[in-house]
């Protein structure tokens, strides 16, 4: 489904601040694969999930989607497959723009866009459905401008709308983070009742150990730039949070030695 | 103000509206704040003149609207793909577009067009003629706008200027949409320079001076006044705005004041309506800390 081969990027190269990034990343997801990736901040999550959806270009490597190599492929063309979600709520939706606006720009991917009305009156049945599913009652606030949603309802319609026309890739970057417990737990088992509907390939970014062991099929752990740990099958099903804590200090700690290696 | 100045005013209001119309797509609805409108406003007056003069004014109308969009075209290229910041894109364009149309003018600065039919013309025995033919243009576009914006082509560009990391993740390429976006709006600025070419028989040079702040400032007092948030609401706020300026002008040129001291104004009016919320807020702000000063003193 999607394969990453010998992926680098570096930032600011050159410059006594290069920061490499992501360094020969290899990885193969198989199709309905829900991997969960954990990581310290500046471990290269956020830089992995920004080369396959073509923010920039990588420096070296290739990156392939369903057999196609898109590693060149501009952002929004490759939108078409990829869908995507930050941990900002407001990131994913247009505030000044009704509900139903929202969903009908996400529903336009992939279709044509012309002169059609941009909104008629079959989506709004389908729109109406569709939200009906978040069980938010948002689906008699059609007209209701987006701006006006509070994180977390913002948050699972943008869901909703990364997923109106199923991707062949999902990318959650820590998309719960931002919400207080309880509807992080509502958009968590969004999130994991429509992947599962929809067979999305589905990669997510997160900081809880719990989760990233729950949800989904396989957990990778990233550590400057590379994948330092790929638990799937019976290893992943025997692992507990603690041990995924040991490892994940084990590494952190390693980082700790070569700093005062550095400073020393 | 006499009946007749009153009639002008509107007349005059009814073409203006659509500049204003112009910066409501690439200033409110884009996001952009657009500069080329001065150098478009003043392109389309100029081969609006020049095609009415040598051929025929419909023609003149028509190539008008054309250059118009030219002009938006390059700005957005600017912005795009150059990746220059959309004053100083709208800057360049301005500047660049003073020397083509001089040229367009051949090197006159001022073309008139006393012996030659104009687009109202044939109505110029009728009391109301022009009014009339101002007032069927400027619906014509309202209603394109209105039937444009519900489109999803339409939808796309308002979306662009909401949040354009969205609109790239639905697979949208938002350069296209600024570059659809720019060209309309200098393509309805355009038109504006051409009716009013043909309004006053005559293109001057200077013409589209300050017109980025007539536009906005006209826009601004038609939100002010009649706006509500829906699209087609703004605008018709939008005309209602410019015609509103144009009475306001003529008001004060009944009065005996300098019209270049209007500009002042427009700009004055700009401002204060774009600053409005911030002063309001320190205000707040100020009797907030007076009233926490008294209840720390008591």
């Known amino acids: 489904m999607l394969e990453l081969r010998k992926v680098s990027k570096s930032f600011f190269p050159g410059t006594p601040n290069e920061r490499r990034a992501l360094v020969d990343v290899d990885l193969t997801l198989a199709p309905g694969d829900f991997v969960t990736i954990i990581g310290g901040n500046g471990a290269g999550k956020s830089t992995l999930f920004n080369a396959v959806a073509g923010n920039f270009l990588i420096d070296a490597g290739n990156i392939l989607l369903d057999g196609k190599n898109i590693t060149f492929l501009r952002d929004y063309k490759r939108a078409r497959q990829i869908g995507r979600l930050f941990q900002d709520p407001l990131a994913g939706t247009a505030p000044n723009m009704t509900i139903e606006e929202n969903l009908a720009m996400a529903y336009l991917r992939g279709i044509k866009k012309g002169v059609s009305l941009g909104l008629n009156k079959k989506d709004e049945e389908f729109f109406r459905e569709k939200l009906s599913e978040l069980g938010l009652g948002l689906e008699d606030r059609l007209k209701t401008k987006m701006g006006l949603l509070s994180g977390g309802q913002r948050q699972a319609v943008t869901l909703m709308m990364a997923t109106i026309v199923p991707p062949k890739l999902l990318l959650l970057d820590e998309h719960t983070a931002a919400l207080d417990p309880g509807t992080a737990e509502k958009v968590s088992e969004l999130t994991r009742k429509i992947v599962e509907r929809d067979h999305i390939t589905t990669m997510m970014i997160t900081h809880n150990m719990q989760q990233s062991l729950e949800m989904g099929n396989r957990t990778i752990m990233m550590d400057e730039g590379r994948i330092v740990l790929d638990l799937k099958g019976e290893e992943r099903a025997g692992m507990t949070v603690d041990g995924l804590l040991a490892l994940f200090r084990a590494h952190s700690e390693k980082e700790g030695d070569n700093d005062r290696l550095l400073l020393s | ?298």
């Not at chain 2, 149309?101 to 104009?118: A, E, K, P």
């Not at chain 2, 969205?166 to 309805?188: H, Q, Y």
């Not at chain 2, 200077?206 to 829906?230: D, Q």
């Open chain 2, 1 to 298: 103000m006499t009946l007749f100045a009153l009639q002008g005013a509107v007349e005059l209001g009814l073409i203006y509206a659509l500049v204003a119309l112009g910066l409501f797509v690439s200033y409110r609805v884009l996001d952009i704040p657009d500069l080329t409108v001065d150098g478009s406003f003043t392109l389309g007056a100029a081969v609006s003149a020049v095609f009415t003069d040598a051929a025929h004014p419909y023609l003149g109308i028509l190539f008008a609207v054309a250059a118009g969009w030219c002009a938006g075209m390059v700005s957005a290229f600017l912005q795009t793909k150059l990746k220059i910041q959309p004053i100083l894109a709208g800057i360049l364009a301005m500047t660049g577009l003073y020397s083509i149309n001089l040229r367009v003018m051949g090197g006159r600065s001022m073309v008139s067009l006393l012996r030659v039919d104009t687009v109202f013309s044939p109505v110029s025995g009728l009391p109301l003629g022009k009014l009339l033919v101002a007032l069927c243009v400027t619906l014509l576009v309202c209603l394109f706008l209105v039937l444009f914006f519900r489109t999803s082509t339409g939808l796309c560009i308002r979306a662009t200027g909401d949040n354009e990391t969205m609109v790239r993740s639905s697979s949208i390429n938002t350069d296209r949409m600024k570059f659809l976006g720019l060209g309309l709006a200098n393509a309805l600025v355009g038109l504006s320079g051409g009716l009013i070419a043909q309004y006053q028989n005559s293109a001057d040079m200077n013409t589209g001076v300050g017109m980025v702040v007539i536009g906005l400032a006209s826009l601004i007092i038609g939100e002010a006044i009649f706006g509500k948030p829906s699209v087609p609401r703004n605008i018709l706020a939008v005309v209602l705005g410019a015609i509103i300026y144009r009475i306001i002008y003529a008001f004060v040129m009944a009065r005996g004041m300098a019209a270049s001291d209007l500009k002042l104004i427009s700009a004055v009016i700009v401002t204060l309506a774009i600053s409005y919320p911030v002063v309001t807020d320190r205000y707040r702000l100020h009797k907030l800390m007076k009233e926490a000063a008294k209840d720390v003193g008591a």
